[in-house]
């Protein structure tokens, strides 16, 4: 039984003031003709021109292709399916019976859809400015983290550079899980490097993607560590 949406509307802070808008943007086209497509489309322009906005004014000497690219890793799927499961998005989804059966809540496309669904939402709620403080909010250490020369890569290569300049050992990605059936599978992966005690945890649809996320935890935590010091 999913939950109410108002407990999601509440978690994310906006009350709707016609709130059938946020019932949509939650409803997958597995349901019916009345479904969150067109909120979508609205929802990716909105956040195109957010997050193109913001690199604009945070990297005043880059260049087009630099901002580009830069904004193409923010808006991307993976992005907003990370950004889907921070908010919990799968536990409020309205989905037909057969993405129900076959875990549609854990794939990335439909996570990465409601989200851009959800800012079309807000936007036709309340207008440019509250979906842009939403958007800006739920990007706001992504964003941070970003620079015009090491960001472009991914977090594996930054996670093995990062080592190999202090002659460390390459990280070890262990598997520990695959759940799910066999079309809509969640991977698990441990990463295991030496200047961390712990493993990092990383979840996705793919290996690869589970690797990614773990070596991106480790980055992170690495980063904490240093400021410690």
Same mark, same amino acid.
């Given at each position: 039984?999913?939950?109410?949406?108002?407990?999601?509307?509440?978690?994310?802070?906006?009350?709707?003031?016609?709130?059938?808008?946020?019932?949509?943007?939650?409803?997958?086209?597995?349901?019916?003709?009345?479904?969150?497509?067109?909120?979508?489309?609205?929802?990716?322009?909105?956040?195109?021109?957010?997050?193109?906005?913001?690199?604009?004014?945070?990297?005043?000497?880059?260049?087009?292709?630099?901002?580009?690219?830069?904004?193409?890793?923010?808006?991307?799927?993976?992005?907003?399916?990370?950004?889907?499961?921070?908010?919990?998005?799968?536990?409020?989804?309205? !989905?037909? =019976?057969?993405?129900?059966?076959?875990? &549609?809540?854990? %794939?990335?496309?439909?996570?990465?859809? #409601?989200?851009? @669904?959800?800012?079309?939402?807000?936007?036709?709620?309340?207008?440019?400015?509250?979906?842009?403080?939403?958007?800006?909010?739920?990007?706001?250490?992504?964003?941070?983290?970003?620079?015009?020369?090491?960001?472009?890569?991914?977090?594996?290569?930054?996670?093995?550079?990062?080592?190999?300049?202090?002659?460390?050992?390459?990280?070890?990605?262990?598997?520990?899980?695959?759940?799910?059936?066999?079309?809509?599978?969640?991977?698990?992966?441990?990463?295991?490097?030496? !200047?961390? =005690?712990?493993?990092?945890?990383?979840? &996705?649809?793919? %290996?690869?993607?589970?690797?990614?996320? #773990?070596?991106? @935890?480790?980055?992170?935590?690495?980063?904490?560590?240093?400021?410690?010091?």
């Amino acid at each position: 039984m999913k939950k109410p949406v108002e407990e999601l509307a509440r978690r994310l802070g906006h009350k709707f003031a016609d709130e059938s808008l946020f019932e949509l943007a939650l409803t997958h086209r597995s349901c019916g003709k009345r479904n969150n497509e067109r909120l979508e489309f609205l929802g990716d322009s909105v956040l195109n021109f957010v997050v193109a906005a913001d690199l604009y004014r945070r990297f005043p000497s880059a260049r087009e292709g630099q901002l580009s690219r830069l904004r193409a890793m923010m808006v991307k799927g993976e992005t907003l399916a990370e950004i889907a499961r921070e908010l919990g998005l799968g536990d409020y989804l309205r !989905l037909g =019976s057969g993405e129900l059966k076959s875990g &549609g809540f854990r %794939r990335d496309s439909i996570l990465a859809d #409601a989200v851009e @669904a959800i800012i079309g939402a807000i936007y036709r709620d309340a207008g440019l400015a509250t979906a842009e403080s939403y958007v800006l909010q739920w990007y706001e250490k992504r964003l941070d983290e970003l620079d015009l020369d090491g960001s472009i890569k991914d977090s594996k290569t930054r996670l093995q550079e990062f080592l190999q300049s202090r002659r460390l050992d390459l990280p070890d990605y262990e598997l520990v899980s695959v759940e799910g059936e066999a079309h809509a599978q969640t991977f698990n992966i441990h990463c295991h490097i030496a !200047l961390l =005690s712990n493993p990092t945890e990383g979840q &996705g649809n793919s %290996r690869r993607q589970a690797e990614q996320n #773990a070596a991106k @935890a480790a980055l992170a935590q690495l980063k904490q560590e240093n400021r410690r010091d």
